[in-house]
C-alpha cells in the first residue's frame, strides 16, 4: 500500500490543523492506519492509530483529549484532526499502515512521506 499525507503546516499554540493520508490500493479497510511522528532530535513516536473497521482507536497519553484520528473507507483516506496544538507537538507527522492495531505502535509495516507541523508559541 502506498500513502500520501497532507495537511501540515505552521499554526499559533491553541490551534487547529487536519491532517489527511490517501492510500492507494483497493483493500484500505481491511488496513490498521496510523500516525507517528519525529520531533528534531529525537526518536519517531506512535501517536494514533484506527482499526480497519474504524471501531477501535489508541492514542498516545501525549495527545489524548487533543487529537482524533478517523477514517472514510470509501475515500481511503484517514484523518487526524489536531486540536488545542502545543509547541511540544512540532515534529514531521508520518501516516503509517499495517495489518494488527496491536503491532501498528511498534512495528508499523507501511510508511508514507511526513507531513510537517509547526506550531509557535
Known amino acids: 500500500v502506498q500513502l500520501q499525507a497532507s495537511g501540515g503546516g505552521l499554526v499559533q499554540a491553541g490551534g487547529s490543523l487536519r491532517l489527511s493520508c490517501a492510500a492507494s490500493?483497493?483493500?484500505?479497510?481491511?488496513?490498521?492506519m496510523g500516525w507517528f511522528r519525529q520531533a528534531p532530535g529525537k526518536e519517531r513516536e506512535f501517536v494514533a492509530s484506527?482499526?480497519?473497521?474504524?471501531?477501535?482507536?489508541f492514542y498516545a497519553d501525549s495527545v489524548k483529549g487533543r487529537f482524533a484520528i478517523s477514517r472514510d473507507n470509501a475515500k481511503n483516506t484517514v484523518y487526524l484532526q489536531l486540536n488545542n496544538l502545543k509547541p511540544e507537538d512540532t515534529a514531521v507527522y508520518y501516516c503509517?499502515?499495517?495489518?494488527?492495531?496491536?503491532?501498528?505502535?511498534?512495528?508499523?509495516?507501511?510508511w508514507g512521506q511526513g507531513t510537517q507541523v509547526t506550531v509557535s508559541s
Open positions: 503509517v499502515a499495517g495489518h494488527s492495531i496491536i503491532v501498528l505502535s511498534t512495528r508499523p509495516e507501511y
Open positions: 490500493g483497493r483493500t484500505f479497510s481491511s488496513y490498521t
Open positions: 484506527i482499526s480497519g473497521s474504524g471501531r477501535q482507536t
